[in-house]
Structures are given as C-alpha cells and as structure tokens.
C-alpha cells in the first residue's frame, strides 16, 4: 500500500474482483477464501477515490475488513446495518452499487459524506452527529420483533462514540428488551482496552462458537437447580473473561460480550460475526481497529488525516501554483484568544465535547493543561461542567460547534440561562458548513438561544472583531455565546489589545442613499459591503443579535424606503426575525426583506456556491432589494438605478 500522497495513484487502480461486485448480493457470491482480494482492492479504491475528491479518509480506511464481513454474512438491505456517526461508511458506499459516484463525495448533487436514507436503501438511518447507532438499531430490532419479521439489526460504533450517554442509555435498554442485535464496538483509538492479543482472539473465538453457547445455556438449565454450583460455573467464566477483556462493564448491563479481537484478520471476523449473527438477545463484539490502515501517514496521525483534501498534481508556477498563505481560521483566533484570556485571568477553564483539534484549542490544552477538560462525546455534560464551575466563580468558556451545541440545549437553558451562570460559549461553524451538510450546518443557533432569558449574543463579521467580541462576552456576568463560521475570514488585522465592545451597540459603516439600508449579522458582511455600493445603501454591521441596537434599527427605519436584514442563518427564528418583533413591538410600519436561509435542510456542497445559491452574495442581496424596492414603488413606478 502506499506510504506517502505522493504514492497514490491519480489513475484508478486494477480491481478486478472488485469490478464485478455491484451489489452486496454479488458479494455473497463469492467464496469466502476470496473475501481477503475484495478487502484489498477495497482498499486501494478508497484511497484512489477519495484522493480524486477529498473527503473523510481515516475512518473508512480502518473498517475495510469489517465492512466486507457484514456485507458478505448479512443479507443487507433486508438486514439493517447502522453505522454510527458515518465518517466510516465510504468503503459501505463502494460495496452498496454507489462505486462510479464516490468521486462526487461531499460535492453539491453527489454523494453525501454520511449515511442518508434519501440516497440508498442500503443507508438504513442517517447519521452525521455520534452515538445514535444503538438506540436506532434497537428501534429497528423491536419493530422487527412487532412486525414479525426475522430482520437481523447490526450498529456499528467507535470508542469515541461509546463515550456518550446515548450509547449506554441505548444499551442498558436493549438488555432490558432482550432484543435480537448485534453491537459491534469498533476500538481504534485504544481508549477502552490495552489487553489484546492472541490469547484474547482466541478465546473470542470459543466464547462466539455455537457448541460454548449450547453448552453454557445447557448448563445454565442443569445447574439452576443448585444455585451455589452455577453461581461457581458463572463467576468462573467472568474471571477467565476478565484475563482477556477490558472489565466485565458490558456482562453486567447485560449484554454477551465477545471480544476484543483484531478488527483487520477478516478470516477470525467472518468465522466470530458467523457464530453471533443467530444468537439470541443483545450481543457486543469488540473489535480494535487501525485508523487509516494501509496508508503510513494516516495510521500515524489519525486525528490529521481524518479527513482530507483532494489530492493534485503539484505546481510550482503557472495560474494554478500555490497561492499565499490564507489568513487564520475563525478556530484559531478563538484559540489565540483563549490562550491571551487564560495568561491575564487564572479563573479561565476551557471545556469542549471531543472537538479539541477543531475548536482551536492544541496550544491552551498543553500550556494550561490543569484548566482543560475534553469531555468526550458529552455536550450535556460539557454544558453543566461548565454552570458547576461558574457556581464556584471559575471562568468557564465551553468551545462547542453549533450543531452540537442543540444537543445541550436542556442544560443550556435549566442549568446556565435559568440560573444567570457566567459561562462564555465560543460557537464554532455558525452557518453553512460546506461539504458536511445538513447535519453539521450551524443554521439554527439563534433562534434556539435568543428566546433564553439572560443570553446575550454576539455576531462577529472579521477575524478582529471575533477577538473583540470573544473578551466583551467574557467579560459579561452572565451567560452569553459569540457564534463565528467555520473557515477564514476577509483577512482583517487582528489587534493584540483586547477591548471590550458595548452590548446592543452596531456600527455604522456607509451612509447611503434613502432608499436602502442593510443591517448586516455577522460574517456575510463582505457580500453585504459590494451590494451596499452597487445600491448605494447605508450598510450597519449590528454585531449583536442579542441585544439588538434599537437606536440603530429606528434610525435606519426613519430614514429609508427599505431595510434589508442579512444573516446566515435560518431566516424563521433569526436575526430578522429579531427586528421583525421589535419593528412590530414599536409600530414602525417601514417595509423589510429578511435575506437568510429558507425553511429547509441545505445540503452538502461548496460553502461560496451555496450561500450563492440561497441569494445570499452580493448579486443575490442586490437583486432581491431591487425586486422589493420595485413592489415598494408599484406598478409603473420606476426605480433609481444603483450601480451594476
């Protein structure tokens, strides 16, 4: 396999077992002494496609051989295959007849980069956010159960996302159901258990074998007669289960455990998934897994190769040569920030829910590590650590993307908002997210924490007010969030001095003609300028939408033919919908043209082509002003003409 990127072919590698698999029906076809050929051509076109176009890299790359035992011993679609989280369902994808597409992975009209309903009946349950593959294989197994059919239900997780509440809320009911399922934890980051080798595959494999299960339940029925024999028989079988196997955690919920054992020997995963597809009530094998197997660079560093850019030639002149280096990310000046805050106030503690690499928080987590708490997979958790330590008078800031902070939303408003905490959210991938889509798109935090009593929200349109609004937000006694994009943004120097900006108070940054002015929410401020100037309009960047500028709604109300309100971010529940109320709540009857995202799901594609396709660059805000201003005027009327 190859080593370096350099080594990855740009022409598509020699499959030919491979090329006659459209299905997994015609995988089930073959012989099982074939299955290792289909593992490594599997292999080889992951790596190939995903070089084409980018895209989650890792994950996939370390679930080859368990993807092709599931596919090859489960008669899938029939039987469900849920897969938790998702970033793991490319080589899926490859053996589910989506071959040919996945160079579109991630690219608007092509192939979603998770699991989706919508795109293949092989897509049992779409995921994007962690540890719902239980709790939704356990629904599929109690319908089953109900409909009487004899479906066989599979969830496939990672320790990461067995870290989550869900995932043991889900366990603890399938053991109390009796349900017929098999989870498989997928351990690839050996967060959970150290103790593998020979002696515990094998043992897997007798645990896992039809003549053990036979003889345990015979004994079981033999022995119950003399408690204190089957008491001897089972305390036994845990202490020879305990030599091999991390704790007898999963024995005691109530689950039969198998495990662990190499998730990479295909031939032990065919014999064990084998033996445990037909037993009866919830079992658990655990495998351990290599991220990104086959490739040296990703096994290495899996947490950087996770996921990848599309792979090109490299150029040292010409119009497609490197550009210079773009500006910082909004991540990366949050956690500059942090690390500036962290150095003046001792009281600081940052706390994020696993996403410490994509928060921006490396360099706090090793200079401050006595004030760094990861909390895995745990928003609720990571929501009410932090009004704990607000209890105490620490300084709590919670680093969280949006689309996971919906998942603390209980403990946002009962634990933070109800009880006025002083807790300073920093809410990473506002907006559009791009090639992740619909399930990491950031476009619903407003609306779910401008109607919390207490909260104040900040809206930063560049780099440097992001830093500003970062310290006032600190600064306030209270609860309170700056929500900032995922990406880089227009290059604005960044001051070192930290300032702390008034809440509630816009700025004013042209004054245009009558006709027209823009109340700009944060980072589409760019987009908004070029329009101003097209339509010579007054433009305000509100920086707050929580509290609003009252002063500077009314003043652009009094003096205009149109306001415009711009956000990225649903237009139901939004910034707009703010100045709509306090318009309505003050009788100003000034027509408005709310521009933000529609009452739908955006999916995946380019972050520029969609905010495009949604009206939301400056020809997109400069035509629906022209349009409205024309209603305004009615028919006949003419419009002054802006500038093209």
Known sequence: MPKTFDQIPLTPPATPLLDSLENPAALRALEEYQLEQVADELRASLLWSVGQ????????????????????????????????????????????????????IRQQGGLSGFPKRSESEY?????????????????????????????????????????????????????HTRANMLVILNDNNMSISHNVGGLATHFARIWSSKTYIALREGGKKVLSSVPSAWDFVRRTEESMKNMVSPDALFESIGFNYIGPMDGHNLRELVQTIGNMRDLEGPQLLHIYTTKGKGFAPAEADPVGYHAINKIEPKKTSGPDAPTAPQGPKYQDVFGQWLCDMAAEDPRLVAITPAMCEGSGMVAFSKQFPERFHDVAICEQHAVTLAAGLACERQKPVVAIYSTFLQRGYDQLIHDVALQNLDVTFGIDRAGLVGEDGATHGGVFDLGYMRCLPNMIIAAPADENECRQLLYTCYEHEGPSAVRYPRGTG???????????????????????SPEVAILSFGALLGAAREAADRLDATLYDMRWVKPLDHDAIRQAAGRHTL????EDHQVMTGAGSAVNEFLATESIMTPILNLGLPDTFIHHGKRDALLAQQGLDADGIVHSARERLAVIAGPGASVRRSTP
């Not at 890299?57 to 051989?65: C, K, T």
């Not at 029939?78 to 071959?99: A, N």
């Not at 319908?143 to 990672?158: F, H, N």
């Not at 306001?563 to 711009?566: E, F, G, N, P, R």
């Open 53 to 104: 176009s980018g895209g989650h890299f890792g994950a996939g790359l370390g679930v080859v051989e368990l993807t092709v035992a599931l596919h090859y011993l489960y008669q899938t679609p029939f039987d469900r295959l849920v897969w938790d989280v998702g970033h793991q369902c490319y080589p899926h994808k490859i053996l589910t007849g989506r071959r040919q597409q996945l160079t579109s």
């Open 123 to 175: 897509d049992t349950f779409g995921v994007g956010h962690s540890s719902t593959s239980i709790s939704a294989a356990l629904g599929m197994a109690l319908g089953a159960q109900m409909s009487g059919e004899d479906r066989r239900v599979v969830a496939v997780i990672g320790d990461g996302a067995m870290t989550a509440g869900q995932a043991f809320e889900a366990l603890n009911h399938a053991a």
């Open 490 to 512: 227009p290059g604005v120097p960044i001051e070192s001095h930290m300032q702390a900006l008034v809440p509630g108070q816009a700025r004013l940054l042209r004054e245009g």
């Open 563 to 566: 306001l415009v309100t711009l």
